[in-house]
């Protein structure tokens, strides 16, 4: 079969063994693969993240950069065939989604950044039968496809902890930025502020659900923070525990009993829910800088290299980090229902379809943000 394989950085389509299913696991044609910003990443840092991994437990499965690779962890595939030990409870031909996961006895490979596992830069690839949900309400493959960048979003969102009142302020509009809006939105969040220096990705926000989209070039995310009701000072904090003490102080109860009582019922001082979905280093100290007091940040960029940050500023804003990776099987699967039942307005991040010869090509594309968010893979078109 033919796939494109990354390997010491360079890409190139190449002919590849045919996957043979093992135990538990599943042969699928690949339908559309999206090309995900860690791909790009990824590609010249195999070796980094390799060390970097080896301190969680995964290094030794994990590739290095002088390892042939095949890319694509975001797709949609038909079932073709099934290996020993499988309930066969899809038929062939059954339109299907995954988390990027595959087992076998060394234990469970990202199928997409594995030396052993192709992803979906390819004509066929192995997936674990129990991974595969099966694509509802006869949805389309592009869309279907979004099911993981989506589901990312969807675990950042729930992570975030928003209730409908809250303001959600996103700091990049790449794809990880762009799917927690239509998330954000999907939940009935009251407001969201988008934040990019790209005039392109400002309007693919807007057409996400963002209700405000903000040039930091010309202004900041934050600076409307007395309109919300949020706090950009410590004086302001401590102003208001003072004057909390003495109102409730004038009550028939204690006042600590009082203050109980307003912060089992929910009680608390406004704070935005700041999405990090940069991934660069200094913007998280950008934040910090920059961020009301009582923040909380949701970091979704992947920042690849060291960062500093200045902790006595947080810790004087109280300002709460939050670091988020991938999503669990139910959101997944939840994540393709909200799509397929069209509650997730996300068809505008879809930007531009490739063939496996389109594909190094495409990843010097999407260096453009004014051009593209998310290229499709199409392994069949030529």
């Not at 797709?75 to 499988?86: A, I, K």
């Not at 903000?214 to 900041?220: F, Q, R, T």
């Not at 990776?325 to 139910?330: M, T, V």
Request: proline share 7%.
């Amino acid at each position: 079969m033919k796939a494109v394989v990354c390997q010491n950085s360079e890409l190139s389509v190449r002919d590849l063994p045919e996957p043979v299913p093992g135990q538990g696991q599943v042969l699928v044609s690949v339908l559309r693969c999206g090309i995900c910003g860690s791909d790009l990443h990824m590609r010249h840092e195999f070796d980094h993240m390799h060390e970097l991994l080896k301190r969680v437990g995964y290094g030794d499965i994990f590739p290095t950069a002088q390892d042939p690779v095949v890319f694509g962890h975001e797709f949609c595939c038909e079932v073709l065939d099934y290996g020993p030990g499988c309930d066969r409870r899809l038929k062939p031909g059954t339109r299907v989604v995954a988390q990027p996961i595959v087992q076998s006895a060394r234990g469970v490979h990202l199928a997409g950044y594995d030396r052993q596992f192709n992803g979906g830069y390819a004509e066929r690839m192995l997936l674990q039968e129990t991974a595969l949900v099966p694509v509802p309400n006869g949805l389309g493959a592009e869309m279907a496809a979004l099911t993981e960048p989506m589901a990312v979003g969807l675990h950042a969102v729930r992570r975030g902890e928003l209730k409908r009142k809250d303001v959600a302020i996103v700091i990049g509009c790449g794809p990880v930025g762009l799917a927690t809006i239509c998330i954000l939105k999907t939940r009935g969040v009251r407001t969201i502020i988008a934040s990019d220096f790209s005039p392109g990705r400002r309007a693919l926000a807007q057409k996400c659900g963002a209700d405000v989209v903000i040039d930091p070039a010309d202004g900041s995310p934050y600076a409307n923070w007395r309109e919300y009701g949020f706090m950009g000072d410590l004086p302001t904090l401590m102003n208001m525990a003072v004057e909390t003490r003495e109102k409730l102080g004038r009550l028939p109860v204690p006042w600590y009993t009082a203050w109980r009582i307003a912060e089992a019922l929910g009680a608390a001082p406004p704070r935005p829910v700041i999405f990090e979905c940069v991934g660069v280093p200094g913007v998280l100290q950008q934040i910090i800088d920059g961020a009301p007091l009582l923040s909380r940040v949701v970091v979704a960029g992947v920042c690849m290299q060291v960062d500093r940050i200045e902790p006595a500023l947080a810790i004087q804003k109280e300002i709460e980090l939050r670091f988020v990776f991938g999503h669990s099987p139910l959101e997944y699967r939840d994540t393709v229902h909200l799509i397929a039942e069209g509650k997730v307005n996300c068809a505008p991040m879809i930007t531009g379809t490739v063939g496996l010869d389109g594909v190094a090509g495409a990843f010097e594309a999407l260096r453009d943000p004014e051009r593209h968010a998310k290229i499709l893979v199409d392994p069949a078109a030529r």
